[in-house]
């Protein structure tokens, strides 16, 4: 079945670093892929889309990868600050898949 | 704001019981998604409507059902409600389809005592 991982442990790292988060899924594959930021008790917030010919897709300080062969998509934020701090969930989707299913997400936190 | 609402905000009930979570789209959007999470789990995805018909159908318990109207509204009703469905449920809404951006909403805090 269709398997989506995000990395479970909570990712510390100190303001100003660049903060680099993994999306692995297995027996699909996906045309796009998403990335959303959630905070506690708020719904999901959009952040970026990136097709699987775009390789790379950046917005301000997001910069995310999507590497077909690996299966993997990588998501950067540049410069991180304390306000960066969330859950940031991945839902890769293939053509034709309607389902728009989340990963777990990875919790980040960003350390003055 | 994402413009979509979802009423109510807090829902507090006794086991057993039905209720009705209501969502009303952004303005244009076609389709319509719930989900439920608990405390500290992931997003768990439970049905999608696109234009008023089913388009899509996660985990969804059988006491679950929903439906989207000729309005695109759409109502998700929760019916023998037991503890364990104590979880916030989010309602959200796209263009198009999964392939456009996602909107939610503020979400429905359900507790079942």
């Known amino acids: 079945s269709q398997k989506i991982e995000q990395n479970s442990e909570a990712l510390n790292i100190q303001e100003g670093k660049t903060a680099t988060l993994t999306c692995n899924y297995t027996?699909?594959?996906?045309?796009?892929l998403q990335w959303y930021r959630q905070d506690p008790g708020r719904g999901p917030v959009f952040l970026l889309l990136?097709?699987?010919?775009?390789k790379e897709k950046r917005k301000e300080r997001l910069k995310v990868t999507f590497d077909t062969t690996l299966k993997q998509s990588l998501f950067h934020i540049t410069a991180s600050q304390p306000a960066d701090s969330a859950t940031y969930l991945c839902a890769p989707l293939s053509g034709g898949y309607n389902k728009l299913i989340f990963g777990a997400g990875t919790r980040l936190a960003v350390h003055p | 704001d994402s413009g979509v609402t979802q009423t109510p905000k807090h829902l507090i009930t006794a086991t057993g019981q039905r209720v009705t979570l209501r969502c009303s789209p952004r303005s244009g959007d076609l389709s319509v998604y719930w989900y439920q999470q608990s405390l500290d789990q992931g997003l768990q995805f439970l049905i999608q409507y696109y234009n008023g018909e089913e388009r899509a159908k996660g985990n969804i318990l059988e006491r679950f059902s929903a439906q989207q109207f000729p309005d695109l509204h759409s109502e998700l009703n929760l019916s023998s409600l037991e503890l364990g469905d104590s979880a916030l449920y989010f309602c959200a809404s796209s263009v198009r389809d999964v392939y456009t951006e996602a909107f939610f909403g503020q979400g429905t805090r359900l507790t079942v005592v």
């Open positions: 990136i097709r699987e010919n775009e």
């Open positions: 027996n699909y594959s996906p045309a796009y």
